[in-house]
């Protein structure tokens, strides 16, 4: 496997580091303790797949380098990110509400790693009394195309990629 999903969901913590947040792709809340502002734990929540088209079968890729032909397969999909916002208990609901909102414009505003948000949801502020922290959770729906080649020598999937565009 490629690891395309992973490689995105770090592609969006990355994003979101750029844009002043703290951002891990995983955090088990024990560690967030250790921060001393909010920090945003990436994770991918849910995948929905639907067919791309007859067998999967996209087209035929050109190969700028080569110039070689390849099949092209993939499926239209749905990629929701949970957004897990975390606040140290000295920073107050305040930081933590502050954080969600910076995460959502983030993704409002710039999508997710190139991927269109089709809908942001933001929840409430819960404290989280035996981790000492505030938590809130954002999630974000995005639209995407999980996209592979074959390879012609092996006849396997090679190159899986997640593909999208902002408009």
Same mark, same amino acid.
């Given at each position: /496997?490629? $690891?395309?999903?992973?490689?995105? =969901?770090?592609?969006?913590?990355?994003?979101?580091?750029?844009?002043?947040?703290?951002?891990?792709?995983? /955090?088990?809340?024990?560690?967030? $303790?250790?921060?001393? #502002?909010?920090?945003?734990?990436?994770?991918?929540?849910?995948?929905?797949?639907?067919?791309?088209?007859?067998?999967?079968?996209?087209?035929?890729?050109?190969?700028?380098? *080569?110039?070689?032909?390849?099949?092209?397969?993939?499926?239209?999909?749905?990629? *929701?990110?949970?957004?897990?916002?975390?606040?140290?208990?000295?920073?107050?609901?305040?930081?933590?509400?502050?954080?969600?909102?910076?995460?959502?414009?983030? /993704?409002?505003?710039?999508?997710?790693?190139?991927?269109?948000?089709?809908?942001?949801?933001?929840? =409430?502020?819960?404290?989280? #009394?035996?981790?000492?922290?505030?938590?809130?959770?954002?999630?974000?729906?995005?639209?995407?195309?999980?996209?592979?080649?074959?390879?012609?020598?092996?006849?396997?999937?090679?190159?899986?990629?997640?593909? $999208?565009?902002?408009?």
């Amino acid at each position: /496997m490629s $690891g395309a999903l992973s490689g995105w =969901r770090q592609a969006v913590a990355e994003q979101l580091r750029e844009n002043g947040l703290n951002a891990v792709t995983a /955090m088990e809340s024990a560690r967030a $303790g250790r921060w001393r #502002e909010a920090v945003v734990a990436v994770s991918l929540s849910g995948v929905v797949c639907a067919a791309g088209g007859f067998q999967d079968y996209l087209g035929v890729w050109k190969d700028p380098e *080569t110039g070689k032909e390849r099949e092209l397969y993939g499926r239209e999909a749905e990629l *929701t990110l949970a957004l897990d916002v975390f606040a140290p208990r000295d920073g107050g609901e305040g930081a933590c509400q502050a954080a969600a909102e910076a995460v959502t414009e983030c /993704m409002v505003c710039r999508g997710a790693a190139g991927l269109a948000a089709l809908e942001v949801r933001a929840g =409430r502020v819960e404290f989280l #009394e035996a981790d000492g922290l505030y938590r809130e959770e954002v999630s974000c729906r995005c639209g995407a195309w999980l996209v592979a080649r074959i390879d012609d020598e092996a006849g396997a999937f090679v190159d899986f990629e997640v593909k $999208g565009r902002l408009k």
